[in-house]
């Protein structure tokens, strides 16, 4: 459909773990530059009781990998509107959206129009200060950093991330991306799939390193690690780290 009707985007839809079972399908859109949708629900080990046999965990990592693909986690309604809009503009690129079965609240800052520029700042320290620390997430873990921020580390000058689409941020202006990882503060990053990749933006991340559990989804949160009280420990800890040295600039690695 997409090789043939250029008025049709066409779209497909299923949980994001069984995406691994249509990964030849997507590789080939990609590869043919064709705009095709994918949607993919129950993107998280939130998934619960359906165990790790629903539960994606290195699905992210691996369209991430792919070549001319756009690979989007939106945190709300509104970065899910924007995600819709990104893939329907990019009619040679695929665009894969990983949605949330939890309940992801509206968070004010976001807008649809941000997705486009991959990652942006949702808040920062009151009156220009600049920040002690970055905390980064997608999807359903945003509103996590959000809470912690406001109850956990309200001592601390936190600049909060939102980073629906890693491959739309690569292509962003230098002034951009340091704008929203900037230099010398470390980052947190903090997602419920694999850690993995993570480390070419963050200093230290909540993520996965193993498969999930079968469990309620509050049980799952409590065991891996994505609450707010584990999410405040691992930010004193990286501040702790990096109080009597320097943060290292992960994004400022010279021309490609």
């Known amino acids: ?17 069984f995406f691994g079972y249509a990964a030849g399908a997507v590789r080939v859109s990609a590869l043919s530059e064709h705009g095709v ?17 629903h539960q994606p965990v290195e699905a992210l990592v691996h369209f991430r990998a792919m070549p001319n693909i756009l ?10 509107s924007g ?7 990019h009619r040679k690129t695929p665009s894969l959206i990983a949605l949330s079965r939890q309940t992801c609240p509206n968070l004010k800052g976001t807008a649809a ?4 520029l991959g990652a942006y700042v949702l808040s920062s320290p009151p009156d220009g200060a600049t920040p002690q620390l970055v905390l980064v997430g997608t999807g359903s873990e945003v ?20 980073m629906p689409c890693w491959e739309l941020f690569d292509q962003q202006p230098t002034s951009h991306q340091h704008a929203v990882f900037p230099e010398g503060v470390p980052v947190l990053a903090v997602e ?38 584990h999410v ?17 600039h992960l994004i400022a690695r010279g021309p490609a």
Request: charged share 20%; proline share 6%; glycine share 6%.
């Open 1 to 17: 459909m997409a090789a043939y009707s250029p008025g049709i985007v066409p779209f497909c839809a299923t949980f994001l773990n």
């Open 37 to 53: 949708l994918y949607v993919a629900t129950h993107d998280s080990i939130g998934l619960g009781e359906d165990g790790p046999t």
């Open 71 to 80: 690979t989007l986690r939106p945190a709300d309604a509104n970065e899910v």
């Open 83 to 89: 995600s819709y809009m990104v893939a329907l503009e």
């Open 113 to 116: 129009e941000h997705v486009r």
């Open 143 to 162: 509103h996590l950093l959000v809470a912690a921020a406001e109850k956990q580390l309200a001592d601390v000058a936190c600049q909060i991330v939102s």
């Open 192 to 229: 419920a799939l694999s850690a993995e990749g993570w480390p070419k933006y963050a200093h230290l991340v909540v993520g996965m390193t193993t498969f999930g559990a079968s469990a309620p989804g509050k049980d799952l949160a409590n065991k891996f690690g994505f609450t707010v009280d």
């Open 232 to 248: 405040a420990t691992r930010a004193r800890d990286l501040l702790a780290y990096y109080k009597d040295r320097p943060a290292p």
